[in-house]
């Protein structure tokens, strides 16, 4: 093979592999950015997680309230997540769950399939479940778990500017009790996702707006 036909092949080896490298970078970094945000998101729940469960934080729910530790806990949110307001009320959701996991039948023998919604240990967890904001209504019922519903649905109407949306994960929501679900357990589940929508269409209006003048009466 002559000389000139061998660098003609390498130079037309050199421009494909050019080429190709110009399709991939944008399709790598596209990949590797994605990849980072929910790297991002998961460690903002973890922290937001450790705040709710620190011995600071129960001494700031005991001296200003448990409505105004909601606030506490957003603004929390908000700087962990640079101020984004859609990626804190996210945070917000699954940094106050109050379930280690749920389970759901399938319709055939009615097998159970469980699936789990954090790594904490039995321990941190019982803490920071402990340490959750509870007296959020206006009577002294336990309502700490109200919290996720208030912040997924603010998340859920926030993203996407209105109520529709949100009212059909409810919907959602309900068919999910068909099949053993139980993430609804009483109407009060119901008034905190009502919440949640006022809260996350009232910060399209005004990004200042907090959690607490929502369960204040």
């Not at 307001?85 to 945070?91: D, G, P």
């Not at 996991?101 to 967890?125: A, H, Q, R, V, W």
């Not at 904001?133 to 208030?150: A, E, G, N, R, Y």
């Not at 679900?181 to 119901?190: C, P, Q």
Request: charged letters at 30%; one cysteine or more; a positive charge.
């Amino acid at each position: 093979m002559k000389l000139r036909t061998i660098i003609h092949i390498y130079q037309s080896l050199m421009s494909a592999l050019y080429k190709l490298k110009l399709l991939l970078i944008p399709i790598l970094i596209s990949y590797v950015n994605s990849q980072s945000l929910i790297d991002n998101k998961i460690s903002y729940v973890h922290k937001l997680r450790d705040f709710i469960r620190s011995e600071n934080f129960k001494r700031l729910k005991e001296k200003f309230g448990d409505v105004h530790a909601i606030d506490i806990i957003y603004k929390k949110s908000l700087v962990l997540c640079n101020y984004d307001i859609e990626n804190a009320l996210l945070v917000c959701g699954f940094a106050t769950l109050d379930h280690r996991k749920i389970e759901f039948k399938l319709p055939i023998m009615g097998l159970k399939i469980p699936l789990i919604l954090t790594s904490e240990s039995k321990e941190n967890f019982k803490k920071r479940i402990a340490n959750l904001p509870s007296k959020i209504f206006s009577d002294t019922l336990d309502d700490k778990d109200k919290l996720q519903h208030f912040f997924f649905s603010a998340y859920i109407t926030y993203k996407n500017m209105g109520r529709k949306t949100a009212d059909k994960i409810g919907l959602l929501i309900e068919e999910g009790e068909k099949i053993g679900l139980n993430l609804v357990r009483d109407e009060r589940d119901i008034i905190a996702n009502r919440l949640g929508q006022n809260f996350g269409l009232s910060l399209h209006k005004n990004p200042f707006t907090l959690p607490s003048r929502f369960f204040k009466k």
